[in-house]
């Protein structure tokens, strides 16, 4: 499936394996014409604005790769986030996808049960990943935040808190710091106080809630309570005071 900012311009290509599922923008061009002296509306915000799961993922040391392998690692994981959706039965139609190069947004269908849903997605992203590990000389390590929101489409992609939220705590550093302090973890997973409160911590699911490992998150103004899970089932180390990693 390709994604075409500009008409005759250069296209986006995300995996062939991404194929039936939505990416956004969808069509037109990158930066969209408005009516001269048009202002938005100071109150209506038109669209479809339902509660949504998503998550961000990124890849870990992606800028340090040749380009070659950087091409490599998209198609990867295109075809890890589309399996990943298959095994929990997601509707892909229904399904928007933002590709960011390194990594992408993923915004689950509004019907998505989040209680069932998150816990096999985690544990499915885990198991996938290091199945694809295996095939690979390239090990590909994955930074993964979860939250729930909110959700409208606009021009670019998302517009809202929500996007915002997962952009900030996928590249937090206490996020970053885990993958760092974990070698043996090909993932390190992020989700939002809420999530943890409502489907791990009164044990609906498989995945212990003392297997996360509380912190505060902090990017930029973003400051918030999350859980950090490794997808080897253990509770990360809390990251000393101030600590930071890159990747």
């Not at 380009?67 to 690692?73: E, K, P």
Request: proline share 8%; net charge neutral.
């Amino acid at each position: 499936m390709a994604v075409r900012f500009s008409p005759g311009g250069p296209e986006v290509l995300i995996d062939a394996a991404m194929q039936g599922t939505r990416t956004t923008p969808l069509h037109g061009t990158l930066l969209p014409e408005a009516p001269e002296g048009e202002k938005p509306a100071p109150t209506a915000i038109p669209g479809d604005h339902r509660i949504r799961l998503a998550f961000c993922v990124d890849v870990t040391g992606y800028s340090a790769r040749p380009v070659a392998r950087q091409g490599q690692v998209q198609w990867r994981l295109a075809g890890l986030v589309r399996h990943l959706l298959q095994a929990v039965r997601a509707d892909l139609g229904r399904t928007d996808i933002q590709p960011g190069g390194d990594g992408m947004n993923v915004v689950l269908p509004p019907e998505t049960e989040c209680v069932d849903a998150l816990p096999r997605l985690m544990t499915g992203a885990a198991r996938l990943l290091s199945q694809n590990n295996r095939v690979h000389s390239d090990r590909l390590r994955l930074r993964m935040a979860w939250d729930i929101g909110p959700v409208s489409r606009a021009a670019l992609g998302f517009a809202g808190p929500l996007l915002v939220r997962l952009s900030r705590l996928v590249d937090c550093d206490q996020l970053r710091a885990a993958a760092k302090a974990d070698a043996q973890a090909d993932l390190v997973v992020a989700v939002s106080d809420w999530l943890h409160e409502n489907v791990f911590r009164p044990g609906y699911t498989d995945i212990d809630a003392d297997d996360f490992t509380k912190v505060i998150a902090v990017n930029r103004d973003y400051r918030a309570a999350a859980w950090l899970w490794t997808g080897n089932g253990s509770a990360p180390e809390p990251p000393a005071r101030g600590e930071s990693a890159s990747g």
